[in-house]
T-cell receptor
Framework: GAGVSQSPSNKVTEKGKDVELRCDPISGHTALYWYRQSLGQGLEFLIYFQGNSAPDKSGLPSDRFSAERTGGSVSTLTIQRTQQEDSAVYLC????????????FGPGTRLLVL | ELKVEQNPLFLSMQEGKNYTIYCNYSTTSDRLYWYRQDPGKSLESLFVLLSNGAVKQEGRLMASLDTKARLSTLHITAAVHDLSATYFCAVVATQGGSEKLVFGKGTKLTVNP
């Protein structure tokens, strides 16, 4: 079946511009996660959505970052007034609820802020 | 705060050799995952380990979990070039109904002919 998809696959933007990154989770997966992977680094948790519950935003690095999930499916991560340090690969993952459930990752969006 | 440490971070080995990657974590968790990442690609799930003493094997890779020591190992047997990739361990952190994966920094494995 179809996996997690993300768009765009690559994004180059100028410092100060806003960007929107999209994630389509696996159909039926109620949990959705965003992570960031900076060059040569591990993965950093950003935000977690589970059903209709309030999202866990504890990993968002600043108030320039926000995310929403419409209709319990597609999610958009928005970065306002991008900075060069925002350059990274942004990965989305989804899973079913309940243990033990593997998180399935999308291909990522490679963001470069010039 | 849950911390996950992997070592080594870089590993260069010859085909046919054996080696072990270690993953230590700082607080109790009910799940540990191993993922593989090829250059420019996303993460591929390899194993999920749920209980103390759990051992899982797939091909030349075997993962184990010691929850008392808060240690997982990924053992590579008779390495082949196709195993070259970065391997991440990740531990589930649960707080207030929310859960997230906390990742180690990854082990970049290079298998040389």
């Amino acid at each position: 079946g179809a996996g997690v998809s993300q768009s765009p696959s690559n994004k180059v933007t100028e410092k100060g511009k806003d960007v929107e990154l999209r994630c389509d989770p696996i159909s039926g997966h109620t949990a959705l996660y965003w992570y960031r992977q900076s060059l040569g680094q591990g993965l950093e948790f950003l935000i977690y959505f589970q059903g209709n519950s309030a999202p866990d935003k504890s990993g968002l690095p600043s108030d320039r970052f926000s995310a929403e999930r419409t209709g319990g499916s597609v999610s958009t991560l928005t970065i306002q007034r991008t900075q060069q340090e925002d350059s990274a690969v942004y990965l989305c993952a989804s899973s079913l609820v309940g243990t033990p459930e593997t998180q399935y990752f999308g291909p990522g969006t490679r963001l470069l802020v010039l | 705060e849950l911390k996950v440490e992997q070592n080594p971070l870089f590993l260069s080995m010859q085909e046919g050799k054996n080696y072990t990657i270690y993953c230590n974590y700082s607080t109790t968790s009910d799940r540990l995952y191993w993922y593989r990442q090829d250059p420019g690609k996303s993460l591929e799930s390899l194993f999920v380990l749920l209980s103390n003493g759990a051992v899982k094997q797939e091909g030349r890779l075997m993962a184990s979990l010691d929850t008392k020591a808060r240690l997982s190992t990924l053992h590579i047997t008779a390495a082949v070039h196709d195993l070259s990739a970065t391997y991440f361990c990740a531990v589930v952190a649960t707080q207030g109904g929310s859960e997230k994966l906390v990742f180690g920094k990854g082990t970049k494995l290079t298998v040389n002919p």
